[in-house]
RNA sequence: GUGCCUGUAGCUCAAUGGCAGAGUGCUUCACUGUGGAUGAAGAUGUUGAGGGUUCGAGCCCCUCCAGGCACCCCA
């Protein structure tokens, strides 16, 4: 039988891999509410207008899922988060309490050609700080986002969060003379000049217009690590962090500049340092969320965080635990048919006391043993004939193979 | 959306255009109160799909599908 494939850049969560997801979500949880961050959703669905006004032109055009629904109005699943979070902050802006720290985590949908690293349907760790235009603020993203890499046991020998400012670079573009009409252009090329070979890149910049002279001044700038001491604002970030302990993991990269185009001041990356995968969390100060949805304006620093880059540097420096599903769960085999209701009473004894229990089925016991082995249990209980006319139980260690006979009321404590 | 590479057993891979294989895993038994080892036996394939060339195609050609890499974009 032929069986019916999933969407392409789908992927299916099978349970092992659902523990994994489940063990990441449980980290990033924890680095949220570490800074009082509370967590909130929106709707996948959302109507095409919410992003004319705010997303980047690709990413509607080209990447947003968008088909009629029933009675024909274009419905459009959620490429991001960010156009969803502005209608709910814009909505509520009387009644919400500023600054609002909020995370979020969840799927979204981009159709692009999957490729690793990349997938059409993902889930997104998204957090935001609104309603402070602070630099205290953009230090405590910074933070988040590094608390979050130490959380899951990156080292800062392995991974960097990459930070710049684009009003630094603002003020640099006009020193060397380029006009506010070219600064976009030639922010984007900043952006992915490592992408291309430096002759390639250097013609690309060539032929928008711009001067042999001036190419030359912006790789003096990119090669200025210490451009950042010309930036109140980073050099006070980088002093708030230190504060924070977390320095190590952070750095001034001048070619950070990000694809969107509503970040106004500090954007940082997050990148592994060796194995070259793509960035693990991106983001920035923002001057205005809300203006575009009808509000008032309001300032925010935020970032996001895909599942599957994050998960492919964790893979590659072996970080992701082994042993994450059934920990707790215990295996009651059951000797052969006759003691069925005594087994199935023990397991419910159990389940009562709190243990998640799996009751086994009478077959051999090297089966049964086998079958919570594969399962990944640790510990399986043994109730036989011998075991039930002296009322005790057997307890085996499912990993060190050593089994011991308790009595009834001691099991709690030999699970352990 | 563009270019290039790949697709053989559950997994990792072999097979000059000439009988589809190995390792590992899996099932059963040796072992009717015990899953790690050992030994024995066994099962599993429309070689990603469809078409073409050929006496003959896993291998060559075309189309499609899927995956990977680089663009594009970005988490």
Not at 154 to 160: A, G
Not at 169 to 179: A, P, S, Y
Not at 300 to 325: H, K, Q, R, S, Y
Not at 347 to 361: C, D, K, Q
């Amino acid at each position: 039988m032929k069986i019916i494939r999933s969407i392409k850049g789908t992927r299916d969560f099978y349970p092992d891999e659902m523990a994994r997801r489940m063990w990441l979500v449980d980290k990033l949880r924890q680095a949220s509410e570490a800074f009082g961050y509370q967590q909130y959703e929106g709707p996948c669905l959302e109507t095409i207008d919410l992003y004319a006004a705010k997303s980047g032109e690709e990413l509607v055009k080209e990447q947003a899922f968008v088909f009629p629904d029933r009675g024909g109005d274009p419905i459009t699943l959620r490429p991001e988060l960010t156009p969803t979070l502005a209608r709910m902050i814009a909505s509520k802006q009387n009644e919400l309490v500023f600054p609002a720290r909020w995370w979020s985590f969840g799927p979204f949908w981009r159709y692009e050609r999957p490729q690793k690293g990349r997938t059409r349907e993902f889930y997104q760790w998204n957090i935001d700080l609104i309603g402070s235009d602070s630099v205290q603020a953009d230090a405590e993203l910074v933070s988040v986002a590094a608390t979050f890499l130490k959380l899951v046991g990156l080292k800062s020998d392995q991974v960097q969060i990459l930070v710049n400012d684009r009003r630094l670079m603002d003020r640099k573009l006009t020193e060397i003379g380029i006009g506010q009409d070219k600064k976009p252009e030639m922010l984007r090329m900043i952006d992915r000049i490592d992408k291309q070979p430096a002759d390639v890149w250097e013609q690309n910049v060539a032929d928008l217009g711009f001067s042999q002279e001036q190419i030359g001044k912006i790789r003096e700038l990119l090669a200025n690590r210490e451009l950042w001491r010309e930036s109140v604002e980073l050099s006070q970030l980088f002093d708030f962090l230190a504060l924070n302990g977390l320095d190590e993991y952070v750095r001034y990269e001048p070619k950070i500049i990000r694809g969107l185009d509503y970040y106004t001041g500090v954007v940082f990356e997050a990148h592994d340092v060796k194995e070259g995968f793509r960035a693990i969390l991106g983001g920035g100060h923002y001057a205005n969320l809300v203006g575009d949805v009808g509000g008032q304006p309001l300032p925010g620093v935020g970032f996001a965080m895909g599942d599957v880059v994050v998960m492919l540097v964790l893979e590659a420096f072996g970080l992701i635990p082994e042993e994450l599903t059934h920990g707790e769960t215990v295996l009651v085999t059951v000797f052969n048919e006759e003691l069925l209701p005594d087994s199935m009473r023990l397991a419910s004894e159990l389940r009562s006391m709190g243990f998640g229990v799996v009751l086994a089925e009478p077959e051999k016991l090297a089966k049964q043993f086998k079958y919570a082995d594969r399962l990944g249990l640790k510990k399986a209980l043994v109730l036989g004939p011998d075991e039930l006319a002296v009322g005790k139980v057997v307890v085996k260690d499912l990993r060190t193979f050593e089994q011991v006979v308790v009595d009834r009321d001691q099991i709690i404590a030999s699970l352990k």
